[in-house]
């Protein structure tokens, strides 16, 4: 019961978080530029107040962005194939969120002042298959180490 739970929990956090990846294509340019500025101004202070003299471009700010966004996705993408039961859930995810990417871009051509980008496509996908590469190996490590426990134990026994 805790398993299908898990594996269908997984799941809407897949749907859920490309809507929350979407929802941003659908922001016109200016609002997507004040949401850009407002983060570049938050780090710039952040920065600032570490004593750096760097300061972070909106450009830098919109990139890394999308990175991120898709390397939580690809994290989520592989946890939820593997929680399906399928074998090679890490080579299969890149069937989640190159898609997701594609439709991210897409979605601008309907956006005001908005505009795909293959660049923005393949950065996507670099950032999620960071991720999904990312919880593939924490969750390996972490199963590794508990069958090591396990086995520990059992000699004990």
Request: proline share 3%; hydrophobic share 50%; aromatic share 10%.
């Amino acid at each position: 019961m805790v398993r299908k739970i898990l594996k269908w929990a997984l799941t809407a956090a897949v749907v859920g978080w490309c809507i929350f990846i979407w929802q941003f294509s659908f922001a016109p340019a200016a609002k997507s530029a004040e949401t850009s500025s407002a983060v570049q101004d938050i780090c710039n202070e952040v920065l600032e107040s570490l004593g750096s003299d760097k300061q972070v471009s909106s450009h830098t700010v919109r990139k890394t962005a999308h990175f991120t966004e898709f390397f939580v996705l690809g994290m989520l993408a592989v946890a939820a194939l593997a929680a399906h039961g399928f074998r090679h859930a890490l080579l299969l995810s890149p069937l989640v969120f190159v898609p997701a990417a594609i439709v991210d871009e897409c979605i601008q051509l309907f956006t005001p002042n908005r505009g795909p980008s293959v660049l923005d496509v393949l950065l996507d996908s670099l950032g999620g298959i960071c991720g999904a590469c990312l919880f593939f190996a924490l969750f390996s490590l972490v199963l590794y180490i508990y069958n090591k426990r396990r086995e520990k134990i059992s000699k004990t026994t």
